[in-house]
C-alpha cells in the first residue's frame, strides 16, 4: 500500500491506496477508537476525498490496533465538548460521515469492539468483513446516550425490526456468528485478517464494471424513501445510464462470445 500525506491536523486517521482501494483508519486506539469531533471530521474530509477521486473505486473503514470503533468519545462528551457537529440535526453526523451517501462503495474491516457510535459506522458502510471475536452493541444504551447517527434508522433496515430492537432495547453483546446469521456481518475470518479480508473483497467490487454496479447500489438505496411506482422509475432511470454509457453493450458482446458463462470470472 501507499501512504497518502495529509496534515498535522488529521492524525486522528490514515489513509493507505493499493491500485484503486483506499483503506481509510482510525487512528486512536489509546481511547479504543473513539471518535471525537476532530476525528469526526476527518473521516468526513477522508470520504468526500475518495467519493471525488476517479482513480479509486471502493474504500475499507477499519481502526488500529484491534479495536474497530467504541463509539463517540464520551469524555469530551461529559466535559461539555461532545462531537455535535450540527445541533440542528442537518450536518455531518456526530461520527463524522454517517449522514453521507457516498457514490461508491465502502466496506467495514472490524476486528474487535464496533459498539455504540462504531456500530453506526458500522452499518453505514455496504458490507462488514468481521473477525470471529469481534464484538457489536448499542453499549451507549448503559449510559443514557442515543443513537443519533441513523443507527436506529439503519439497523432496522438492516437485520429487521424485532433483531434491531432486541439489540437498541438491552444494549446486549452480539458475537460475530450470531451477526452473520441475523444479516449484521457479511463475512467472517480469523481475528488479525478482517483487513486482508476486506480488501481481497473489495478488489472483487472494483474488477467488475464500475457504472452499472454504482447505479445499481444508488438505486437499491434510494427505493427506501420511494413508493413501489417512483421506486421502478428509479431503477429504470438509474439503468439507462449503464445502457447508454455503452458499458452493458460491452458485457453483452463478451457474454455472447463465451466469456464470463457459468459463475466464471468476470469478462475481460
Same mark, same amino acid.
Given at each position: ?17 493499493? /491500485?484503486?482501494? =483506499? ?10 477508537? !473513539? ?11 477522508? *470520504? ?10 471502493? !474504500? ?7 479495536? *474497530?470503533?467504541?463509539?463517540? /468519545? ?11 457537529? /450540527?445541533?440542528?440535526?442537518? #450536518?455531518?453526523?456526530?461520527? $463524522? ?19 455504540? #457510535? $462504531? ?22 444504551? =448503559? ?7 441513523? $443507527? ?7 437485520? $429487521? ?10 444494549? =446486549? ?9 441475523? #444479516? ?29 454496479? =454504482? ?14 411506482? /417512483?421506486?421502478?422509475?428509479?431503477? *429504470? ?32
Amino acid at each position: 500500500m501507499t501512504a497518502v500525506a495529509y496534515s498535522v491536523q488529521a492524525k486522528m486517521i490514515t489513509q493507505e491506496t493499493t /491500485d484503486n482501494i =483506499r483503506v481509510i483508519g482510525i487512528d486512536r486506539f489509546e481511547r479504543r477508537n !473513539a471518535v471525537d469531533r476532530k476525528t469526526a471530521d476527518q473521516l468526513v474530509e477522508a *470520504f468526500k476525498l475518495f467519493d471525488a477521486d476517479d482513480t479509486l473505486s471502493v !474504500a475499507v473503514l477499519t481502526g488500529h490496533g484491534g479495536t *474497530f470503533c467504541a463509539g463517540a /468519545d464520551l469524555s469530551d462528551f461529559a466535559g461539555g465538548d461532545g462531537n455535535l457537529l /450540527d445541533e440542528s440535526g442537518n #450536518g455531518p453526523g456526530p461520527m $463524522g460521515p454517517t449522514r453521507m451517501r457516498l457514490t461508491k462503495p465502502v466496506i467495514a474491516a472490524i476486528e474487535g469492539f464496533a459498539v455504540a #457510535g $462504531g456500530l453506526e459506522l458500522a452499518v453505514w458502510c455496504d458490507l462488514r468483513v468481521v473477525a470471529s471475536n469481534a464484538i457489536f452493541g448499542v453499549y451507549c444504551r =448503559r449510559f443514557g446516550v442515543p443513537l443519533i447517527d441513523l $443507527g436506529t434508522i439503519r439497523l432496522p433496515r438492516l437485520i $429487521g425490526q424485532s433483531r434491531a430492537l432486541d439489540m437498541i432495547l438491552t444494549g =446486549r453483546s452480539v458475537g460475530a456468528d450470531e451477526a452473520l446469521q441475523m #444479516g449484521l456481518a457479511n463475512r467472517i475470518c480469523e481475528p488479525g485478517r478482517a483487513l486482508e479480508t476486506a480488501v481481497a473483497l473489495a478488489k472483487e467490487i472494483a474488477a467488475f464494471p464500475q457504472l452499472a454496479m =454504482r447505479h445499481d447500489r444508488l438505486s437499491a438505496y434510494e427505493q427506501w424513501d420511494l413508493k413501489e411506482s /417512483d421506486a421502478i422509475v428509479n431503477e *429504470f432511470r438509474h439503468g439507462q445510464v449503464s445502457l447508454n454509457s455503452g458499458e452493458s453493450k460491452a458485457g453483452a458482446s463478451a457474454f455472447v462470445s463465451g466469456q464470463g458463462r457459468h459463475g466464471k470470472p468476470k469478462p475481460e
